[in-house]
């Protein structure tokens, strides 16, 4: 665990040094970065055991060990997560910072794990943190019905560990070990706590509760964490089936059908999280050495990708200071010339950000020679003549380049704004940093093959495989060309408002939970203490608690 460490100690330097001379520590930061990948690759330093002794005793608290998954997860979250936090150390406060850090930490933690106690621990680390970086977001302390949804996203995640020890426990009785394997029972329960985290349809809705919410810069360290454990955790543990491979066919169709009818920009590409996320489980689903290739470097793909479209939606809001397209562009304003002359177009005002979002959308699109494009050829020919999976994910990636054309277009071509605020350095490396990294590993993809689990990399730069890829490309554009105010349009948003899986479970047949959990939260606020302090003193209980009961309960003693 020593590279979770170092990254710990990292934090601890961040919030030692002062504000002012923190300007070079991104230098410190790319170091760090290239020393964690270095001995995540060649040494064993992520495998062993924190153990304590008593007396002539020795007991056990976590193991860890290698697993074929498990250098390919942390490689994605180490170098993603690392650069993220790149991105906002200037501007972004040493709490998130701190949050953002120990949540890489425990995510490592958790593809690491040997068994299953170790595994649930940092699960839960990994929820815990990753929900402090949403419920610690300012921007919504002064409104209290609004402010719950990060308190929904914790208690939804809770609720699936919850689910997820059931099924450790009944895996425990039928085959009295913890080692993490497939599962011998229990196993309704291990797909409900991995699929909240992996957001299986109708779960995915914590990532609209969660993304958009939080701070611009801790949102770009989430879009590689939680949902990438339970992709991990479908390869890892769950057995493959058909349900699974329907389940992430669907999660594609449903996501980039969502994303579409979306006019924020964080809202658009939260929803194609769940796209993506679904190309990933499709393939750990399928079970076969090339789809769970496919899918694995999918979701190392996707985290470079997605924090590099996260970035650049976060300078805008951060530069421009408004994320809704119609702000952008002007939509509805009687004054439209005077807006028009006072303004400069968005991609102008910050290049370097509409340069990074056209990489990430290319990418995202699978688009040669960019990384996505990789990863999605392997997907692809993994699911070749395999209906009617092989059709939805088509229909998703034609989708994903008609959304990201949206993006693209009403984010940065038409948008018009004026400059509140001038990027960082740090969010100008970051963009850069990740742009690089998602050209390179598409130019050279055999750069990370040898982390894949079958090094069933496939000559992806043929003529037939660019040709389709960008078939695709054009066919979503051309689509987006065609409907293009069709798809900002009220009515359209109206319409998917009334039928979203979030309107009729949530807002429909729960609607008593949503005003319970607001009254809880509201009961927690107490004149000069936020709701989301006290909470953080029961969380901290509870963890303490909780650890206390591993020590005590569950000390595997070594020889």
Known sequence: MAAAVTLVLVFLVINIIQKKPRAWLPFIAALVIAGLVYLLQLTGWLEGAVSFTLGDEVFVIF???????????????????????????????????????????????????????????????????????????????????VFPLGFRYLVVHLTGGVLLLFGILQHFQQTGSFSVAAPEAGLVFFLLGIGIKAVFIPFHVWVLWGYPNASLFSSVVLAGLSTKIGVYAVARILPPMDLIVMMGASMAVIGVISALAQKNLRKLLSYHIISQVGYMVAGVGLGISLSI????????????????????????????????????????????????????????????????????????????????????????????????????????????????????????????????RSPSLSMKVGVFAVSSLCLALGIRPELISSLLPYESLLNVYTVEGIRYAYLLIFTGAATFALLSKILVSQKLISIFERFSVENIIFQKVAPTCTRAGNQIWCALEKKGEPAYERMAEYLIVTLVVFLVAVVFLYSGRMP
Not at 322 to 340: I, S, V, Y
Not at 357 to 383: E, H, R
């Open 63 to 145: 193991r860890f060990a290698s697993h074929p998954y498990s250098r390919l997860a942390a490689f994605g979250l180490i170098v993603a997560g690392s650069l993220s936090v790149l991105f906002g150390l200037e501007q972004s406060r040493p709490l998130d910072q701190t949050l953002s850090l120990c949540a890489i930490a425990c995510g490592v933690g958790a593809t690491y794990a040997a068994d299953f106690i170790t595994l649930f621990f940092f699960w839960e680390m990994v929820t815990v943190f990753t929900a402090g970086l949403i419920l610690c977001n300012t921007k919504h302390l002064d409104t209290c019905p």
């Open 293 to 420: 290739d496919g899918g694995l470097l999918h979701m190392i793909n996707h985290m470079l990708y997605k924090s590099l479209l996260f970035m650049c939606a976060g300078t805008v809001l951060h530069c421009i200071g408004t994320e809704e397209m119609d702000e952008l562009t002007g939509a509805g304003q009687k004054d439209r010339q005077e807006m028009d002359a006072e303004k400069k177009p968005v991609w102008k005002l910050v290049p370097f950000a509409f340069i990074g979002a056209l990489i990430g959308s290319l990418a995202i699109s699978g688009a040669p020679p960019f990384n996505g494009y990789v990863s999605k050829y392997t997907l692809k020919s993994a699911f070749e003549g395999i209906e009617p999976a092989a059709f939805m994910l088509t229909m998703a990636s034609i989708g994903t380049a008609l959304s990201f054309s949206k993006f693209v277009f009403y984010g940065f071509f038409k948008a018009r704004g004026s400059m509140r």
